[in-house]
């Protein structure tokens, strides 16, 4: 508790005091057959406008407090005053910060202990008397309970929704992690993988040759450990300085492919996160050209349209066997294909990754603009 709660809960008790203490004189003039309001009667009125201080940092005791303070001031037979209403707050805060059972528990103490009290000291009572008490007592109850239980379910159910959406933020975080280390390892290694294989390929007959795709191996590792490095801070950092569409020339010349970029359209200003995932996307599918096709070029294609940009990488390799796509269930995880529609959905968009008849691989793209932008 804050020392600005605390000073609540203090100038709340003075206040009720106050109240508390005009009404039980108006009450005591209106009701001239009970007992005159002596010290032991403003001690149990003091005691239970006291027990409010602690209403929200011990709720129970407040509320036993209180209650012993009623159960008094009804033995000694002052005036029905309100005094009796301090037991709403109590009521409520038990309602609101322990366990239902726990509430309902102290509801049935209090109305136990305070209807024994009354019949005890009006006795001889009618049964309309009786009735008459029981409800009363009911309603100025269960009143505060029904309502500090409404509060405490909503408080619950903020609560859960909070640790669903941290946990949605923590996995969205984890799946941005992955995505990212995965398309700059995996496009690293895959280039690396291909300048080796040629190097072994032509160690004997053209040293010369080996020693130029070594050279390329050692650029491009510390180019891949660089952007590695880059990665791991740009996660870290706005958006806005993710690398985008501004870069391709450069992920272009460091792909060991033989790359067309055809443009079309009129190249604009891109919000950071389209910019970003067009580039991924990009260079996620010019890694599996390098992993997969069987070949060393490449098409990319870019269309600006007025409210879109369609983002297209075409290669003439392999392929896969029509309708092997469909069949063959999406990888998991953020890597590969699904990672890439992971990445344009997120932004609004739609990508498709399908074989061509006449042999190679079509990824394409369909990223959003909105107007303004």
Request: aromatic letters at 4%.
């Amino acid at each position: 508790m804050t020392l600005r709660s605390t000073l609540g809960d203090l100038a709340l008790a003075v206040g009720c005091g106050a109240l508390v203490v005009i009404g039980s004189g108006l009450a005591e003039a209106n009701q001239p057959a009970r007992e005159p309001l002596d010290p032991l009667g403003w001690a149990a009125i003091g005691l239970a406008c006291a027990a409010l201080v602690l209403w929200r940092r011990r709720p129970v005791l407040a509320f036993a407090a209180v209650h012993v303070a009623l159960v008094g001031y009804l033995i000694g037979g002052y005036a029905y005053g309100p005094v009796l209403l301090l037991a709403v707050p109590v009521m409520y805060s038990v309602a609101v910060r322990t366990t239902r059972h726990c509430a309902g528990g102290l509801f049935l103490a209090a109305m136990v202990a305070v209807l024994t009290t009354v019949v005890v000291v009006e006795r001889p009572v009618s049964a309309e008397d009786v009735v008459t008490y029981v409800a009363v007592w009911s309603v100025t109850l269960i009143t505060p309970l029904l309502g500090g239980l409404i509060v405490r379910l909503q408080q619950e159910q903020e609560q859960r929704e909070r640790s669903e959406e941290l946990a949605r933020r923590a996995y969205e975080v984890r799946l941005r992690v992955a995505r990212e280390v995965h398309d700059v390892v995996a496009h690293g290694l895959a280039a690396i993988s291909m300048q080796s294989g040629g190097a072994l390929h032509v160690l004997d007959r053209d040293p010369s040759a080996a020693r130029r795709s070594l050279e390329a191996i050692r650029q491009t590792s510390g180019d891949a450990l660089a952007d590695l490095r880059g990665t791991l801070g740009y996660l870290r950092e706005p958006p806005d300085q993710r690398p985008g569409l501004a870069q391709l020339d450069t992920l272009v010349a460091r792909c060991g492919l033989a790359v067309a970029v055809c443009r079309d359209g009129a190249p604009r200003q891109l919000p950071p996160g389209v910019d970003h995932a067009a580039y991924r996307i990009l260079q996620e599918s010019l890694t599996n050209v390098l992993r997969h096709a069987g070949v060393g070029a490449a098409t990319v294609r870019l269309n600006f349209a007025s409210d879109s940009l369609l983002v297209e990488v075409v290669d003439e390799g392999v392929g896969n066997p029509a309708g092997a796509a469909a069949a063959a269930p999406a990888p998991t995880g953020g890597h590969g294909i699904a990672g890439m529609r992971e990445r344009a959905s997120a932004v609004g968009g739609a990508l498709t990754a399908t074989p061509r008849s006449e042999g190679g691989f079509v990824v394409r793209a369909r990223l959003p603009i909105p107007v303004q932008s």
